[in-house]
C-alpha cells in the first residue's frame, strides 16, 4: 500500500512556461511481482504516478519516494516511455495455437492467471511445451502496440451474418448445439440443419478472423475515445480539445469544463484516432470532410426517426442518413450492424436520441431509437432526454453505466397500428432484436405508418393524445325502473360502455385545439 505523504511526494511543478521534464526512474521497475516503466497506476490511485527511487534489486516499495504523472509531465514520461519501450518476445506476427485453439501474441489460454505467448512454434503454429514469455504489463503493451498496427482480417460469414440452424437464428460466427471444433459460419445464404452440414460451405473463425466478425456483428467494439463527452476541458487555464495537444483528455470536468483530476491516457494510434475523429466534429470543415462525400444535402429529406419532419439530410447513393443530432449528414454505408454516426451519443449502441417512445412514458417520443443490442437509458442521471446530449443506448449487460431496458419493441410495445413487432436480428449468442414492421401495402420506420398513397395512418393524423372525461356519480335507488328519476337507464349504460370501449381500444381524438381531458372510471363505495 502506497503512503500518500507529503514526505514522499515528489514535488513537480507542471505550471511552469518550461518543458517539463519525466520525473520517472529509467526503464523497468517491478510492483507487488509485476513489472511497469514510466507512468502507470497499479493499485487503483488517484492517478498514475511513477517512482523517483528504486531498491537495488529494481523493486519499488512504499518508503521510496514516488511523483505524480499528470499534465505536462504524463505527456513528457509518455514520449520517453514510447521510445524506450521493451521487446515483445512473442513468435513473428504474433499467431500461434493452444491446444488447437488460435492465439494472437499475449493471451491465457491455459488459464493460468496472468498473460504469456508462444515464443516458438512447430510449422503448424502450434506452442511448444516451454517455450513461452511471460507479459508483464510493459511487455504486453509493446505487443499490444504491434498488433494493433495489423490490418484487419476479413470476416468469411454469409453477408450480413444471420442465419438459421435447425431453424433457430444465428449471427456470425457460433457453435449452435456445441457443434464444430471452434466457433463457425456459413459462407453463403440458405438455411443449415444437422442433415446439411456435410454439405455446407462453412468457415472456423478463429484469431483475427473471430475479431474481425465481431467487429461487424457489434459485439467487439471498435476503439472508443476515453475523454469527457464533447472533448472539451480546461487544464491551467487553457482550453484543450480531446487528445489534440496531448497524450491525456479529462474524462471528468466540473460545471465549468476545468479539469478535476480525473484523466485518461490516449497515447496508442487506436485511441488518438477515435479521439481525433471526433474531434474533427468541432469544426465544419471537419464534418464536410467526414460527412460530405456522402451527403446531397444538409436538409429537405424526410427524417428516418421521425417521418413527420422533412428537415434532415439527403444522402448520396453511397450514403445513409445520420440520426439526432446529425441529422443534417448522411455517413457511408458499411457491412454489418447499422450504428449511429459519429457525433451521436454513445454512437456504438445508439442510431438517434430521440424520436423513439421512451420506455418509462411511452406517451413521450424524444428518447433514443436503439441499435441491435443495446438497451434505452431512463431519464435519470445525465443520460436521458433530458440531459445536454439527449437520451441514449447503452450495452444491457453493463447496468452501472445508466438504468436501461433493451430498446426493440418486446421491451418498448409501440408500433403503429399497421405495423407488428417482428424478428429482425440476432445479436451475438442470446440476444434478439425485433422491430416494429409496417404490415403489407404500408412503408414506414414501424412506428409511423404510411399507405401506398403516402397518407399515415390514424396515429400520425392525430396532432396529439386526446381524451374524454366523463364524471359519474353512481348512488342507490329505489325508484321504479322507469321512474323520470331514476339516474341511468339503459341509454345512459349503452353510452358509458361505448366509450369505455373506444379508449380501451386505443382511440384519439382528431386533433381539434383546445382539447383536454381525462377519463377516470370512480367507484365509491356503499
Not at 5 to 28: D, K
Not at 58 to 87: I, M, Q
Not at 422 to 430: D, Q
Request: glycine share 10%; with cysteine.
Amino acid at each position: 500500500m502506497l503512503l500518500w505523504t507529503g514526505a514522499a511526494l515528489v514535488v513537480f511543478n507542471i505550471g511552469s512556461t518550461a518543458a517539463a521534464t519525466c520525473p520517472c526512474v529509467s526503464g523497468s521497475w517491478e510492483y507487488r511481482g509485476d513489472s511497469f516503466s514510466y507512468c502507470n497506476n497499479p493499485n487503483g490511485a488517484k492517478t498514475a504516478w511513477c517512482p523517483t527511487s528504486l531498491n537495488s534489486d529494481g523493486t519499488y516499495t512504499s518508503n521510496l519516494p514516488f511523483t505524480f504523472c499528470e499534465g505536462d509531465v504524463l505527456t513528457a514520461c509518455d514520449a520517453v516511455k514510447e521510445a524506450n519501450r521493451p521487446a515483445c518476445p512473442c513468435v513473428a506476427g504474433g499467431e500461434w495455437k493452444y491446444k488447437g485453439q488460435s492465439q494472437s501474441y499475449c493471451a491465457d489460454p491455459s488459464n493460468s492467471g496472468f498473460y504469456w505467448c508462444a515464443t516458438e512454434t512447430d510449422s503448424a503454429g502450434n506452442y511448444l511445451a516451454g517455450k513461452y514469455a511471460k507479459c508483464t504489463t510493459d511487455v504486453k503493451e509493446s505487443c499490444d502496440a504491434l498488433e494493433d498496427a495489423q490490418p484487419d482480417s476479413a470476416c468469411p460469414c454469409v453477408a450480413g451474418g444471420q442465419w438459421t440452424f435447425d431453424g433457430k437464428p444465428q449471427s456470425y460466427c457460433q457453435k449452435p448445439n456445441g457443434i464444430g471444433r471452434a466457433k463457425w459460419c456459413p459462407k453463403e445464404a440458405g438455411p443449415v440443419t444437422s442433415a446439411s452440414m456435410g454439405n455446407t460451405k462453412k468457415a472456423y473463425c478463429e484469431g483475427k478472423v473471430l475479431k474481425a466478425c465481431q467487429k461487424l456483428e457489434g459485439t467487439r467494439l471498435p476503439t472508443q475515445c476515453p475523454c469527457v463527452d464533447g472533448g472539451q476541458f480546461i487544464y491551467q487555464n487553457k482550453p484543450y480539445s480531446y487528445c489534440e495537444n496531448t497524450n491525456w483528455c479529462a474524462t471528468e470536468v466540473d460545471a465549468n469544463g476545468k479539469f478535476i483530476g480525473k484523466f485518461a491516457k490516449c497515447k496508442k494510434a487506436k485511441f488518438k484516432n477515435a479521439c481525433h475523429a471526433l474531434h474533427e466534429l468541432t469544426t465544419q470543415a471537419g464534418k464536410d470532410a467526414l460527412f460530405g462525400s456522402y451527403t446531397k444535402s444538409s436538409t429537405g429529406c424526410p427524417c428516418w426517426f421521425d417521418l413527420t419532419r422533412s428537415d434532415c439530410a439527403c444522402c448520396e447513393d453511397a450514403g445513409v442518413q445520420c440520426g439526432a443530432p446529425m441529422q443534417e449528414y448522411c455517413t457511408k454505408k458499411e457491412p454489418g450492424r447499422q450504428k449511429g454516426c459519429l457525433g451521436v451519443p454513445a454512437s456504438h449502441w445508439t442510431l438517434s436520441n430521440t424520436g423513439y417512445p421512451c420506455y418509462f412514458n411511452t406517451s413521450r417520443t424524444d428518447c433514443a431509437w436503439c441499435a441491435s443490442g443495446g438497451a434505452q437509458c431512463g431519464n435519470t442521471g445525465d443520460k436521458g432526454p433530458e440531459s445536454p446530449a439527449g437520451s441514449r443506448c447503452w450495452d444491457p449487460e453493463d447496468p452501472g453505466y445508466c438504468d436501461a431496458v433493451p430498446g426493440d419493441c418486446l421491451h418498448i410495445n409501440t408500433c403503429d397500428s399497421m405495423a407488428e413487432c417482428k424478428f429482425s436480428v440476432k445479436f451475438g449468442e442470446y440476444r434478439e432484436h425485433h422491430t416494429c414492421q409496417c404490415k403489407k401495402l404500408w412503408t414506414g420506420n414501424g412506428q409511423q405508418c404510411f399507405d401506398f398513397q403516402g397518407v399515415p395512418s390514424s396515429e400520425a393524423l392525430s396532432s396529439g393524445d386526446v381524451s374524454l372525461t366523463l364524471a359519474v356519480s353512481n348512488n342507490y335507488y329505489v325508484y321504479p325502473h322507469n321512474s323520470s328519476e331514476f339516474p341511468l337507464g339503459p341509454g345512459e349504460t349503452d353510452l358509458l360502455n361505448n366509450i369505455t370501449a373506444l379508449f380501451e381500444a386505443g382511440a384519439s381524438c382528431a386533433g381539434e385545439p383546445n382539447c383536454n381531458g381525462t377519463f377516470v372510471n370512480l367507484v365509491e363505495s356503499p
